[in-house]
């Protein structure tokens, strides 16, 4: 079972419609993931370019 992490500075809700990816966000560039794996950086590059102000190897879960 997989737990989610508990504690200040965590919030969660529900995804209900749309799109979800996964942006990391690394020393040189961020990538966007889709759930599935596919690089969808390209379809979104108006995330990438804000996700460039993010501090180097974050990750962050972002619905659109």
């Known amino acids: 079972m997989v737990r989610l992490p508990r504690g200040r500075g965590w919030w969660y809700e529900p ?10 966000r690394d020393a040189e560039t961020v990538r966007l993931r889709s759930r599935s794996g596919r690089d969808v950086t ?12 993010l501090t180097a190897r974050t990750v962050l879960t972002v619905r659109r």
């Open 15 to 24: 995804k209900f419609d749309g799109h979800r990816v996964v942006m990391f």
């Open 42 to 53: 390209g379809t979104w590059m108006d995330l990438a370019v804000v996700g460039m102000a």
